[in-house]
């Protein structure tokens, strides 16, 4: 099993679990960064995010990621503010957030002596609470950089608690090497059922509340360091959770091979091959040079309705933009 395959499959039936009530309202991502003083120093495989007291506000404002720029600027919900004075950031990254938030529903603007005005369409909400991190590794022979990648979530403490999800049988040795607060989920794979999850170790709960270490660079006998202040961390933790929300864990493509055809695992639409016979990567596996390829178009399947259609997060929402004078003039 591909670690590709082993991750959509079982974002697949977190998904499942979240449906049938067993988690409700989680957001399933994947990919996502999660480190602070080296941004992209670590990607989490799966995040989970768990709804906090206003997630339906959240839901009601927009399917995207709000720039974190937006959230932290001192526009707000009543008078209109002057946008380059509601920044604390370099002109052109705050041009860039006041775009973005315009064009995705966080804030509305208008047009004053030449200006531009804007203001945030509704408070943001307290909409998360718990963040899990998961790293797949189905095949435990081949550890790679395992060990110190999970050393890092667990000095960092940026989520919550941290899971290790493998195929392979646990020996106690495998759980001699990892973190004791991370948790292991040994992943059966059942025909009939799909997949079953067998909890070996609970995870720890993580002190995300204050600062934490972040490793950036492992030399003989030394360890290069960063401390990560608390409000560092949720700041960094409010990202996270945005980037999962507008991301999700169904960012794949189908090839446009014949061998490659939607198949349901768990209720979920995946990019199965019946050549490979599993899940494959559009991008990095599917192509002429592939013994199995039988050019043919590629499956067309509207992954934003599936998303929709099976958990909390809402594609379209209503929005909670206001109509003013002037705001036509901006499309």
Same mark, same amino acid.
């Given at each position: ?13 977190? /998904?499942?679990?979240?449906?049938? *009530? $067993?988690? &409700? ?9 999660? $480190? ?49 004075? =509601? ?27 030449? #200006? ?6 509704? #408070? ?13 590794? !189905? ?17 960092? =403490? ?46 720890? &709960? ?14 003989? *006998? ?14 960094? #933790? ?19 091979? =014949? =061998?490659?055809?939607?198949? /349901? &695992? ?17 991008? &990095? ?11 043919? !178009?590629? $499956? ?24 003013? $004078? ?6």
């Amino acid at each position: 099993m591909s670690e590709f395959a082993f991750e959509l499959e079982l974002c697949a039936h977190l /998904e499942r679990r979240d449906r049938d *009530g $067993s988690d &409700s309202g989680r957001i399933v991502a994947r990919q996502l960064g999660a $480190s602070v003083a080296d941004p992209g120093g670590r990607i989490l495989d799966v995040v989970l995010v768990e709804p906090g007291p206003d997630f339906g506000d959240r839901t009601s404002i927009t399917s995207e990621a709000i720039p974190d720029a937006a959230i932290e600027s001192d526009v707000g919900t009543g008078r209109a503010r002057y946008w380059k004075t =509601a920044f604390d950031c370099h002109p052109d990254h705050a041009r860039r957030a006041t775009e973005r938030a315009i064009e995705i529903g966080f804030f509305e603007r208008e047009l004053r002596n030449g #200006r531009e005005y804007v203001r945030q369409v509704a #408070r943001y909400p307290r909409w998360y609470d718990r963040i899990v991190g998961i790293e797949n590794k !189905p095949d435990l022979d081949r550890p790679g950089d395992l060990e110190a990648q999970l050393r890092t979530d667990a000095s960092l =403490a940026l989520v919550d608690e941290v899971v290790l999800a493998t195929e392979s049988y646990v020996t106690r040795a495998h759980l001699n090497r990892i973190p004791e607060a991370v948790g292991v989920w040994r992943v059966h794979r059942d025909e009939p059922t799909g997949l079953e999850i067998e909890v070996i170790r609970e995870p720890t &709960s993580l002190p995300v509340d204050g600062p934490g270490i972040e490793p950036l660079e492992y030399r003989p *006998g030394r360890t290069e360091i960063a401390v990560v202040s608390a409000g560092e961390k949720v700041r960094a #933790r409010r990202r996270l959770a945005e980037r999962a929300y507008g991301k999700g864990w169904r960012t794949y493509d189908f090839p446009a091979c =014949a =061998a490659c055809e939607p198949a /349901e &695992s768990d209720g979920a639409t995946l990019p199965h091959c019946s050549w490979a016979g599993r899940a494959v990567h559009a991008d &990095s596996e599917c192509g002429p040079a592939c013994p199995g390829h039988e050019p043919a !178009p590629a $499956s067309t399947i509207d992954l934003d309705a599936e998303r929709d259609r099976r958990t909390s997060w809402v594609a379209d929402p209503a929005g909670k933009r206001r109509r003013q $004078s002037g705001l036509d003039r901006f499309g």
